[in-house]
């Protein structure tokens, strides 16, 4: 891809991402004030289940952990649960963002570069990606699945599932062509490449405790730091795209040895090129 055309890219889904944030938290909040917090009672899924519609007052749903009727409404349900899903979109949004704008880490080139981890990359990437899915679809079973029965508390599951997709996201760098152009690394400023670095932490983070806060039963400690982590997070992307959209960005990457075309074209703007002097001593 293009320099400019990334650059518009990271730019377009900066914005994008900074109003899913806002949305997210205008979401969790409505989540709060409508006392739904604690309408899924499990994290990941909700009531055992990944999708709509779940078990409620309305169709006189029972909680499958506990056996008990469940006491909130279908509505109650959903809110909870489109803030999980929304919070999921935010992060498949940002791994976007981090690929586009933060490509030229050291690492990331030395895994490329290094003789014996070159082979691993499109293999690797294929084993993780693969252990990833697999561990989706594991916790996609049913909840009464003799599979899942067998391997105790899913919970479990989840350190292995947030190391896969940090392994693939590791193994799937050296294979990104953007990456690989050393001409496209240095367009952006570094504080645009920072920003999002610390962001995807953070996230990383906002996310794991947005499902302890459940598991937690909203307890206020647990609650406040999911809050006071989203403001951290929104302010970090609204860094970002400060960065993102208002500074300008260098025309000729600065890593390139500027051609002699271009320096003629900035000496000489909207000018004839001058023909080159003859040679002095020839004259
Ligand atoms: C980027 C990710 C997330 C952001 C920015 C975010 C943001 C927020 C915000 C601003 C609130 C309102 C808090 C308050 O008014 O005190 C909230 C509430 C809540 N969030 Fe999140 N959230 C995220 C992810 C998650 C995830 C992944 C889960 C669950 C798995 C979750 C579960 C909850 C719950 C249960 C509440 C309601 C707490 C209560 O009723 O006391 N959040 N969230």
Redesign the pocket.
Known sequence: METERRVHLVRRIAVALLAM?FL??????W???T????S?PD??QCYGQWLPPFPSQENGGVDPATGEPVLYTQAQVLY?WA??A???A??VVFLVLLALAWPDRRWIRRVETHPRLAWAGPPGAIVAAWIFLAGFAYLALPADHALRASAGDLRNLLPVLVAGSLLAWFLVGPLNPVIRKPALRTDLHPGLRRAPLYAAWV?LA??????V??LGK?AAPL??A??A???L??LLIAWTVAFAVLRPVPEVPMDLPPEPERIVETVFPGEERPEPAEDAAGV
């Open positions: 944030t997210l938290m205008v979401v969790g909040s989540v709060k004030a006392g739904s917090g604690l899924c994290w990941p909870e803030h999980r929304l919070a999921s935010v992060g996230l906002q996310i794991l405790l947005g499902g806060t459940v909203n609650t406040t999911h809050l982590t989203a403001t997070y929104l």
